[in-house]
């Protein structure tokens, strides 16, 4: 990872220029007021399923693109290369993560399709701008996601939990925070829950299964949005032969303001 | 067409019913409350282009639910038939209309997915509780719908114009009009277009592509919405072997209250 000087300043053109020459950092914080996505590349054979699964699921899967198949650009940022200007990218196996890389340019086909799918990082710069504290951000971490018990309702082949994202947010400021991130419905939404982890089927807030554990000030509430990362999970439950996606947190910087995602 | 002495009180259950039983009425204004779709049924080899030119235009195609193949059901009204329960359907080959009928229970195929998609009438609703008068409903005629010279973004093999639904509104109600309709983003949202038909290539209103022509009284303006009959156009220009819709304006009639498509 390399440090930057102040990130949120960074222009999506140049962040995408950073990560295509290989720096790897999450992206939590990044050209702030610019849209980021999760990505989710599948077969063609499989195209249909992840479709139908987004729509089915449309708080942890809003598609904010779907490239034609082996097209590896996107409206959301012309010029850009989903190949090569992410952070990160997770390469699936039937399933199972068969590693990290920082390019994807020698294993894409020409039968992938591309999804784009909106992130709560768009909404936490409303959060920043109405005072809201963003702890992974001041803590320099990801943040923090896990699996819950919650299933999404399965497409086709495709089934798995439902993943969510968790931010600490002062007992005084979740109203606003439900309020300001429900005015997003294309990126996640107001929360699916807030507060007792437990009813989740997460039993230490320490230990996510994505991203960095984040700690806690006194007086916060954990509050949990449904998560970009829930169709990494339903790969993982549903075993494609074959699949690329972002690493969770280092995601696609879109030319995008998150000011487009705005309901009404 | 029967005749029925207060269609707007008749129940989503009784209206199906009905129109099972062979009433084959317009539903505008049927039901008062309850969310009314379109429906394009198309075999499963066609489902993802439809799926994406849904996803690319989620103006005009709203999509509400997408059934597995050969599923006549739908959870927008558990019990219901989609086979049997629209008071008209079209069927289609090759991109041409072959027949309207009361009835596909014959024709449906295992490989048939039926998709479900948002309907203008859902916002008349709430525009009648403002007391914005509905022309096409005070005349008894079904809501007036023209091909404009927008072309949809493609998918795969789908594309073709938009359509869209017109309204005589009046001109001091025509901005209450566009904020009532703005809150339902899931059921077409605001106008695309208001005043200027031509700027649409609509040549002349009292010769509307589907549905009724509607008079305009003193002082109103022509408000145009995106319209669910999108997909038809589609199916007319892109010509799939197969494809069942409901008939323009005779649309199914959902459990869902039209409260459930607002915003926030």
């Given at each position: 990872?390399?440090?930057?000087?102040?990130?949120a300043k960074?222009?999506?053109?140049?962040?995408?220029?950073?990560?295509r020459?290989?720096a790897?950092?999450?992206t939590?914080?990044?050209s702030a007021?610019?849209?980021?996505?999760?990505l989710i590349?599948?077969p063609?054979?499989?195209?249909?399923d992840v479709?139908?699964f987004?729509?089915?699921?449309p708080?942890?899967?809003?598609?904010?693109?779907?490239s034609?198949p082996?097209?590896?650009?996107?409206?959301l940022?012309?010029?850009?290369?989903?190949?090569?200007?992410?952070?990160?990218?997770?390469?699936?196996?039937?399933?199972?993560?068969?590693?990290e890389?920082?390019?994807?340019?020698?294993?894409?086909?020409?039968?992938?399709?591309?999804?784009?799918?909106?992130?709560?990082?768009?909404?936490?710069?409303?959060?920043?701008?109405?005072g809201?504290?963003l702890?992974?951000?001041d803590q320099?971490r990801?943040?923090?996601?896990?699996?819950?018990?919650?299933?999404?309702?399965?497409?086709?082949?495709?089934?798995?939990?439902?993943?969510?994202?968790m931010?600490q947010?002062p007992?005084?400021?979740?109203?606003?925070?439900?309020?300001?991130?429900?005015t997003?419905p294309?990126?996640h939404g107001?929360?699916?829950?807030?507060?007792a982890?437990?009813?989740?089927?997460?039993?230490d807030?320490?230990?996510p299964?994505?991203?960095?554990?984040?700690?806690?000030?006194?007086?916060?509430?954990?509050v949990?949005?449904?998560c970009?990362?829930?169709p990494?999970?339903a790969?993982?439950?549903s075993?494609?032969?074959f699949?690329?996606?972002?690493?969770p947190?280092?995601?696609?910087?879109?030319?995008?303001?998150?000011?487009?995602?705005?309901?009404?």
């Open positions: 990872m390399t440090t930057f000087e102040d990130p960074v222009s999506p053109a140049e962040a995408r220029a950073l990560f020459q290989g790897a950092n999450p939590a914080g990044w007021g610019f849209t980021q996505t999760n590349a599948v063609r054979d499989w195209a249909y479709l139908l987004c729509q089915r699921n708080r942890p899967c809003p598609i904010l693109d779907v034609d082996g097209d590896p650009t996107t409206i940022a012309p010029g850009a290369d989903l190949r090569s200007d992410l952070p990160q990218y997770r390469v699936w196996e039937n399933g199972t993560l068969a590693g890389v920082s390019d994807v340019s020698g294993l894409w086909r020409t039968d992938l399709v591309a999804f784009s799918i909106g992130c709560s990082f768009t909404f936490e710069t409303a959060l920043a701008a109405a809201i504290p702890r992974h951000v320099g990801n943040v923090a996601m896990y699996l819950t018990n919650r299933a999404c309702r399965p497409a086709g082949r495709l089934h798995g939990p439902l993943v969510v994202s931010r947010i007992a005084d400021r979740v109203a606003e925070a439900v309020a300001i991130s429900g997003m294309a990126v107001s929360p699916v829950h807030i507060g982890p437990e009813e989740l089927g997460i039993a807030l320490a230990k299964d994505f991203g960095d554990p984040v700690d806690a000030e006194p007086g916060d509430v954990p949990f949005w449904a970009g990362v829930t990494q999970a790969l993982m439950a075993r494609p032969a699949a690329i996606t972002h690493a947190g280092y995601m696609f910087v879109s030319d995008k303001r998150d000011d487009e995602y705005r309901a009404g």
